[in-house]
């Protein structure tokens, strides 16, 4: 994988977390999120409707991105905006997404044959270790907060790895344009119902509620959510979420430095220890199982075809 690649995508993935700290306090998560999308949605639409990719794409394969865009967009972002919301910071919600590796390789061998090698499975241990280190420290110094708040990340990081498996076991082959534009159309759709519901569909009038908007859509969006699917097809399902270990210790810090969040000797020493475990795991051997077999000539095997990437 690209050095390179891979730090941009842990840039602009942690970048979410920082604009959903930003954005928390100028409106309610709905409001954010409808306005992070629906104009998002809307050019990306536009810009791409009358291209030939669109030509061809079943009906079916369309319905899976929609499904794929509410798991991987509207859920995972919705839990993890509400729990900043309660008061949950930007570094513990990063840390409990950073179970998702975990989870993702375990379930890449029954589901989409991507076997996971013994130094993989002892780098991932060790980035699991990292993540506890630095999750005791932010809990220490953490706020008062509703112990059922720390459940709603969970609930967003599983979100993301059955979307990532949804996926991966994809054997229709389409343009990238093509799944962006569904993706940000169905999270556009969910959070104006959710808004309207609520009667909070009016945007604030203050700058930082655009600041986060704007940071949100160049930054987050098309930074970290289409490096993240570029990175998944052209190296798998687990070396893609051995980067997710990187989010929290890497967010950690940028909220420390913007937000004044703790960042002691504690979270420095789990940020080693993830940084450690990304690197056993890229070393680790090819996976030597069978290549799975495709339903077509010319569809894709399961996350790993450079040619179809966003």
């Not at 319905?63 to 008061?87: D, H, M």
């Not at 840390?95 to 379930?107: F, R, S, T």
């Not at 780098?123 to 990292?130: H, I, K, P, R, S």
């Not at 059922?148 to 990340?153: D, N, Q, R, T, V």
């Amino acid at each position: 994988m690209n050095f390179l690649l891979a730090v941009a995508f842990v840039v602009c993935w942690s970048s979410g977390f920082i604009g959903a700290k930003l954005g928390a306090g100028s409106a309610p998560v709905a409001t954010l999120l409808m306005w992070r999308f629906l104009p998002l949605a809307l050019g990306l639409l536009a810009a791409t409707a009358a291209r030939a990719s669109w030509r061809d794409v079943p009906p079916r394969a369309l319905l899976r991105q929609v499904l794929i865009g509410a798991l991987s967009q509207s859920g995972y972002l919705l839990t993890v905006f509400w729990a900043i919301r309660l008061g949950v910071s930007s570094g513990t919600t990063a840390l409990i997404d950073g179970v998702q590796p975990l989870v993702a390789g375990a379930l890449a061998g029954p589901l989409l044959r991507q076997y996971v090698s013994r130094r993989q499975w002892l780098g991932l241990g060790l980035g699991l270790a990292g993540v506890v280190i630095v999750t005791t420290a932010d809990a220490a110094t953490a706020a008062d907060v509703a112990w059922w708040a720390y459940l709603i990340p969970f609930l967003g990081m599983l979100s993301l790895v059955a979307a990532t498996f949804l996926e991966g076991r994809s054997r229709t082959d389409v343009s990238p344009e093509v799944p962006l534009a569904v993706h940000c159309a169905t999270s556009a759709v969910i959070f104006t119902v959710l808004a309207v519901a609520a009667g909070s569909a009016a945007p604030p009038a203050e700058p930082a509620f655009w600041t986060a908007v704007a940071w949100l859509v160049v930054l987050s969006t098309f930074g970290g959510y289409g490096l993240y699917w570029l990175i998944l097809r052209r190296s798998g399902v687990t070396k893609v979420n051995t980067l997710m270990f990187l989010m929290a210790p890497v967010t950690a810090v940028w909220g420390a430095i913007m937000f004044g969040e703790h960042f002691g000797v504690r979270t420095a020493l789990g940020l080693a220890v993830c940084l450690a475990a990304v690197a056993l795991v890229h070393r680790g051997r090819r996976p030597t199982s069978p290549a799975p077999v495709r339903a077509r000539s010319d569809a894709p095997a399961p996350a790993g075809n450079p040619a179809a990437s966003l």
